[in-house]
């Protein structure tokens, strides 16, 4: 099972990025995935999931502004991020699972599978 997760880059507060978690290895279809993030000195904090129904769900500091969605037929989930703050500043990862529950959903220690991250800087 491979994630690879794209798409992060510098870019001035109030704009957008969208990010892409490529997989392979997996049957997509059926897993949940999800994107965290993590600033220097912090924990993971969960960002946005998507159930394999399609159900989403959002952390409280980027609802609104950040919407998950996920592609099947490209075995990909992406992250589009709105009127990006300095606070959104970190490495942002994918993760992915089958087994998942819904009340388990935002809690990193949950997932099997994780990519490897990529850095998304936002400057004031």
């Known amino acids: 099972v491979q994630l690879q997760a794209s798409g992060g880059g510098l870019v001035q507060a109030g704009g957008s990025l969208r990010l892409s978690c490529a997989t392979s290895g997996l049957t997509f279809s059926r897993y949940s995935m999800a994107w965290f993030r993590q600033a220097p000195g912090k924990e993971r904090e969960f960002v946005a999931a998507?159930?394999?129904?399609?159900?989403?769900f959002y952390g409280d500091s980027v609802k609104g502004r950040f919407t998950i969605s996920r592609d099947n037929a490209k075995n990909t989930v992406y992250l589009q991020m709105n009127n990006l703050k300095p606070e959104d500043t970190a490495v942002y990862y994918c993760?992915?699972?089958?087994?998942?529950?819904?009340?388990?959903?935002?809690?990193?220690?949950?997932?099997?599978?994780w990519g490897q991250g990529t850095l998304v800087t936002v400057s004031s």
């Open positions: 998507i159930r394999w129904t399609s159900s989403t």
């Open positions: 993760a992915g699972d089958r087994e998942i529950i819904q009340s388990s959903i935002r809690f990193p220690d949950e997932y099997d599978y």
